[in-house]
């Protein structure tokens, strides 16, 4: 069998990056993707952007799954674009100081010792840590 399998991804990060890029661009409303901190954590703050409507967990124990409601208007879902840029291949960490350089067009999110939050917020925070994508 392949590395990469349903349910047992490599990179769970992107897979969960994908499947909300790829609900957006089939114009589905509602997904459901495995649970962990992270992704939940990433969901949460890609609701306090606008690209997500709601994030309720399902479930409990092993089988917890997140069931997330993308933004739609006027019954159209916006569509998503996703970049991850630290990849488990290769690590990316940004300083404090740096961190400017990454603004621009749409949120580029940080983990950082304080956890996950937009570069924004770790400019405001003074902390630097590994970026771990770009959504536009």
């Known amino acids: 069998m392949s590395e990469r399998q349903v349910g047992n991804c490599m990179d769970n990060i992107a897979d969960f990056l994908i499947r909300i890029k790829n609900a957006s661009l089939s114009q589905k409303e509602t ?3 495995p649970f962990s901190k992270f ?3 990433l969901a949460k703050i890609l609701k306090e952007e606008g690209f997500i409507d709601k994030v309720e967990v399902l479930g409990e124990g092993k089988d917890k ?3 997330i409601t993308l933004h739609s208007d006027k019954n159209k879902v916006r569509e998503v674009e996703v970049k991850r840029i630290s990849k488990p291949g290769r690590r990316v960490y940004i300083k ?3 961190i400017k350089t990454l603004r621009g067009l749409g949120v580029t999110i940080v983990s950082t010792p304080q956890g996950l939050m937009t570069a ?3 400019i405001k925070k003074s902390l630097g840590g590994e970026v771990v994508c770009k959504i536009i």
């Open 31 to 33: 997904l459901v993707c």
């Open 39 to 41: 992704n939940e954590g």
């Open 65 to 67: 799954r997140l069931s």
């Open 96 to 98: 404090a100081k740096s």
């Open 120 to 122: 924004k917020n770790a």
